[in-house]
């Protein structure tokens, strides 16, 4: 069983897959089979019996992996649009509705 299907297992479980998040559910697979490489090469880069270095420019590019997979895992903040490729137009600065009193 692929990751993929472990995912789409789990939500089916819990009663909350839609299709249309199979997009995100295959971008967020791809992305942590790249985090996979990118730790193993930093780690690469450590020196015999030492911790791998934080300054090192593949701690940057692993980092910005990461961040990519926290914004994949939480579909709950991500309209269903965005998991089926639409974008969801953005509200304009100044343009909230007035109180109501």
């Known amino acids: 069983m692929t990751k993929e299907q472990k995912y789409i297992a789990a939500l089916q479980q819990l009663g909350v897959y839609n299709p249309a998040f199979d997009p995100v559910i295959h971008q967020l ?5 790249e985090e ?5 090469a930093w780690r ?3 020196a015999e019996g030492k911790a791998p270095l934080a300054t090192d420019p593949a701690y940057d590019a692993l980092q910005r992996i990461r ?5 994949h ?3 709950r903040r991500r309209p269903l649009s965005a998991c089926s490729g639409r974008r969801r137009p953005r509200r304009r600065r100044g ?5 109501r009193r």
């Open 36 to 40: 996979g490489r990118a730790d193993k």
């Open 73 to 75: 895992w939480d579909l």
């Open 67 to 71: 961040q990519a997979i926290l914004q």
């Open 95 to 99: 343009s909230r509705r007035p109180r």
């Open 44 to 46: 690469a880069t450590a």
């Open 29 to 33: 697979c791809k992305l942590e089979r």
